[in-house]
């Protein structure tokens, strides 16, 4: 799949020299755990709420599960998306200078 490594290694020095954070070591893995889990958390207490003894506090409880539960779905949404479109950017960028490598070589042949 890596034809041209020396364009592989010129690419991680690029990246290096862009000083962009290692999303691996990032806040970006820790806010996607919260996500999980408050996505986790919003229906466990919005069904505990169901078991509260009092009318008021049930009401209070689910909604506070539902918004839980809506808040770390917005989260790990976010924090996904982020890191799928942060790869398939870099990938962009990789294919689109193979290309130009390739159609630079082809147009020194015809010359």
Same mark, same amino acid.
């Given at each position: &799949? =890596?034809?041209?490594?020396?364009?592989?290694?010129? /690419?991680?020095?690029?990246?290096? !020299? &862009?000083?962009?954070a290692d999303p691996?070591?990032? %806040?970006?893995?820790?806010? $996607? !755990?919260?996500?999980?889990?408050?996505?986790? !958390?919003?229906p466990i207490i919005?069904?505990?709420?169901? /078991?509260?003894?009092?009318? @008021?506090?049930?009401?209070? /409880?689910?909604?506070?599960?539902?918004?839980?539960?809506? =808040?770390?779905?917005?989260?790990?949404? @976010?924090?996904? =998306?982020a890191q799928f479109?942060?790869?398939?950017?870099? %990938? +962009?960028?990789?294919? +689109? @200078? !193979? $290309?130009?490598?390739?159609? =630079?070589?082809? $147009? @020194?042949?015809?010359?």
């Open positions: &799949m =890596i034809d041209n490594p020396q364009r592989v290694e010129e /690419f991680k020095a690029d990246v290096a !020299a &862009m000083h962009v691996a070591t990032s %806040r970006d893995r820790k806010f $996607l !755990a919260v996500g999980v889990v408050l996505m986790l !958390a919003g919005a069904l505990a709420s169901y /078991f509260a003894a009092e009318p @008021r506090d049930v009401t209070t /409880f689910g909604l506070t599960g539902v918004a839980v539960g809506v =808040i770390g779905a917005a989260l790990f949404l @976010r924090y996904s =998306i479109l942060r790869f398939w950017l870099a %990938r +962009q960028i990789y294919e +689109q @200078r !193979a $290309l130009n490598d390739k159609l =630079i070589e082809s $147009l @020194r042949g015809k010359a």
